[in-house]
């Protein structure tokens, strides 16, 4: 079966095609390579992101069912969020699904009338009704409900929308199977906008390799790699959890809407204190031994019944903890599971809305919007009922001040003020390292305004380790080179905790042993990134982006990081220099 | 805590088909949902994919409520070879069955008679895919999850 089957499918017309197409694979590698063609072709300029002409694209890679860890789904949209580029990446079961359906991407375009999920069983597309299902409460319960309608359990990804995503908040995410999401930048919404409820995919094709000798010896190396990997441990064993501690010590925990870097009671929302009393299960991606899912077990006393308890399986990460609990003041450990439950229940972004609540707290306790506007809702740090509620709101949006929220935080700033204090970097909501001036660089200047754009904040980790002060030349070009070379690893789709284990050795060895192309070279990967990475700042350049416009929330040169206060001038010419490169 | 063992690649192969061992589940609360034995199942035929798994991983209704392993489980008195009609399934030594590839039709009443739904199908060559208890999967699975232990 080969990578170079594109579905197409139209919900306006429901309608399906396939269409082989050798040349973007073959180009641009799958995944990201791909999508951002794809989006290029298919997205018309100033395009709608609620309208029929947005598309949704996924793709996956030629090592998908075929190596461990090359799991993630890339997903492509026009962001309701940011007005421009949309990606996001989910694992789960979504990137097997796809490939062994025999597909390398699907578009999904137009829009039903009446509420839909699509089933795909390899060559077989369904529209189904979606209207009895439309409306409910909870993601989960959606979740269940198709889980029994489709089969092929254990073969098939269930993506689905919660009613955030009906709601068109501009940031509701696309939970898959449970517990894993395309979180960022909105793609809920776009599903909502399309009155598209859920997308199930499983297929059974085989996947065939140019040699499967050496493919069996090259797949052990890898897999020995990866289990003996001492990062791959860390994932395993506490998770991204693991670093709410350090961060809280280094003081680059954002807290309170970035008033602080660290905060009372961290260790009670620590990875080391949640895996000791609520750690239920740990959960893994299809092909990948790590497990780094973790699942507390939140116990919760029935009020009307003596010795009756309520258990819920709550997944926990460190953005989650980061966003709706340093951020929130929130460090009463059940009190955090029952905040992150409700904003997976409603399906929304975790960060994004994190970020939203902090800003409103700011603004309430400021004065800039009262109780009319949050309609009697008292907004205070660490008040985890509160914040359960505004997060309800957000979604049923009953007044005009719970829809801006909906719409993200620098929409909800220039409408109430308070813009000083709005944590977004390109109208996307700050992801939890407040590091020094390389994380907020990445933020500026990654394509999707994401920390795993190019990782800055790691690179201030180890200069505040090291003593080591770089220029912002010298960090624009490192993160240039990174989020270059992650490129490669979203076109191969392999999840970036892995991105040890695929050094460029690994990944040439890989492609030649699955027959992708037998000459490939590294100077040939490195410059698929870099015209991948380029590509994508071409979309976003068509729809209006300009990085002379980016603005620098004044909170983050106010409060100080473990390299000391920035200096927006600094941070200025990391930018230029950055979109330099990139000419 | 990770630990697997890999056996050096040369020296896998299907020999451990021969062995008179069954694969069985030693425990389920370790499964993590990764389904490398699905994968490793196919690969031994030398591919990727799930096309010709004789071994499935699924959550018993969410991933929340945990994960089951079906597989065969080699009963001595298979009911998937009493409804063959032309006798493509013989009985293994060990418990359980053989395919004869070349006997099957295709017919796929071993399918409906496995209570444990444990006969899945390739689509592809249009027959079963049963599980040979070659143990092949058991030094993919990294929990310990699956072993293979001798028959009884």
């Known amino acids: 079966m080969t990578l170079d089957k594109i579905l197409y499918i139209d919900l306006s017309k429901r309608r399906f095609h396939v269409r082989s197409r050798p040349d973007l694979f073959e180009k641009h590698i799958g995944g990201t390579g791909v999508a951002i063609r794809l ?8 395009a709608d992101p609620l309208g029929p002409e947005n598309p949704i694209i996924f793709a996956v890679g030629p090592l998908t069912g075929l190596f461990p860890m090359a799991s993630k789904t890339v997903a492509m949209f026009k962001s309701p969020l940011t007005g421009n580029l949309g990606e996001s990446h989910a ?10 359906a025999g597909y390398g991407a699907i578009v999904v375009k137009g829009t039903s009338e009446t509420p839909v999920y699509l089933a795909i069983y390899g060559s077989d597309v369904y529209f189904r009704d979606a209207s009895g299902i439309w409306g409910i409460e909870s993601s989960y319960t959606v979740g269940r409900i198709i889980r029994e309608l489709e089969s092929e359990a254990g073969l098939r990804t269930i993506m689905r929308i919660g009613r955030a995503g009906e709601k068109m908040v501009s940031y509701a995410s696309v939970v898959v199977e449970t517990y894993r999401h395309f979180g960022r930048l909105g793609l809920g919404a776009v599903f909502g906008s399309k009155k598209l409820k859920a997308i199930t995919i499983c297929g059974k094709h085989s ?17 020995q790699l990866t289990v ?20 809280n010590e280094l003081k680059a925990l954002p807290s309170l809407n970035l008033r602080q870097t660290s905060i009372k009671n961290a260790e009670n929302i620590s990875g080391e204190n949640l895996a000791e009393k609520h750690l239920g299960r740990r959960v893994s991606c299809s092909h990948c031994p790590v497990a780094c899912i973790h699942l507390a077990t939140l116990r919760e006393p029935y009020e009307d019944e003596p010795y009756f308890y309520k258990t819920t399986m709550v997944p926990y990460d460190y953005e989650p903890i980061y966003s709706l609990g340093s951020m929130l003041g929130l460090t009463e450990t059940n009190e955090l599971l029952k905040l992150i439950d409700e904003v997976e229940t409603q399906g929304l972004d975790a960060i994004s809305t994190g970020v939203v609540l902090a800003w409103a707290t700011e603004a309430y306790e400021k004065g800039l919007v009262t109780s009319m506007e949050t309609m009697g809702l008292e907004l205070k740090w660490g008040d985890g009922e509160a914040y359960r509620e505004a997060v309800r709101r957000i979604v049923s949006q009953p007044n005009e001040f719970y829809s801006t929220l909906a719409r993200g935080v620098e929409k909800a700033a220039s409408k109430y003020g308070g813009m000083d204090f709005a944590l977004s970097f390109g109208g996307s909501e700050m992801p939890g390292y407040h590091t020094g001036p390389a994380a907020h660089l990445t933020f500026l200047t990654g394509a999707r305004h994401s920390h ?21 030349k010298q960090i624009a070009e490192a993160l240039f080179k990174e989020e270059s070379w992650r490129q490669v690893l979203s076109s191969l789709v392999v999840c970036f905790f892995a991105r040890g284990v695929y050094k ?16 490939i070279t590294l100077e040939d990967l490195n410059r698929i990134g870099v015209e991948t990475l380029k590509s994508k700042n071409a979309f976003k350049a068509r729809e209006g982006f300009s990085h002379k416009d980016l603005k620098i929330p004044r909170r983050i040169v106010e409060t100080e990081t473990p390299l000391g206060i920035l200096e927006e001038e600094f941070i200025r010419k990391g930018i230029e220099e950055f979109f330099r490169l990139l000419q | 805590m990770l630990k697997l063992k890999l056996f050096k690649a040369e ?15 030693l425990d389920i609360d370790k499964c993590v949902g990764c389904q490398l034995c699905m994968f490793a199942c196919s690969r031994r035929f030398g591919e990727g994919g799930f096309a010709k798994s004789a071994i499935r991983v699924r959550s018993i209704g969410g991933v929340e409520r945990g994960f089951t392993v079906i597989v065969c489980r080699a009963c001595p008195d298979p009911p998937c070879m009493k409804v063959c009609v032309t006798n493509a399934l013989s009985l293994r030594k060990a418990g359980g069955v053989t395919l004869n590839p070349s006997k099957c039709i295709g017919c796929g009443r071993c399918v409906d008679a ?8 390739d689509n592809e060559a249009n027959k079963p895919n049963i599980c040979v208890h070659c143990g092949y999967c058991v030094n993919y699975c990294p929990y310990r999850v699956i072993g293979l232990r001798e028959a009884r």
């Open chain 1, 39 to 46: 989006l290029l072709e298919e997205c018309p300029e100033k």
């Open chain 1, 91 to 100: 694992g789960g079961r979504s990137a097997s699904a796809i490939r062994m």
């Open chain 1, 207 to 223: 996947v065939n390799v140019k040699n499967p000798q050496a493919y069996r010896i090259l797949y052990d190396k890898i897999l």
């Open chain 1, 228 to 247: 003996k990997s001492q990062v791959m441990r860390k994932y395993h064993d506490i998770g991204t959890s693991s670093n709410v501690i350090p961060l």
């Open chain 1, 452 to 472: 795993l754009d190019s990782a800055g904040y790691s690179m201030d980790e180890d200069n505040a380790k090291t003593g080591t002060k770089m220029t912002p």
């Open chain 1, 504 to 519: 460029p050795d690994t990944v040439l060895e890989s492609l030649k042993t699955v027959g992708f192309n037998p000459d």
């Open chain 2, 11 to 25: 020296k896998r192969s299907l020999e451990g088909g021969t062995v008179a061992g069954r694969l069985t589940v």
């Open chain 2, 114 to 121: 496995c209570p444990l739904k444990a006969v899945f199908w």
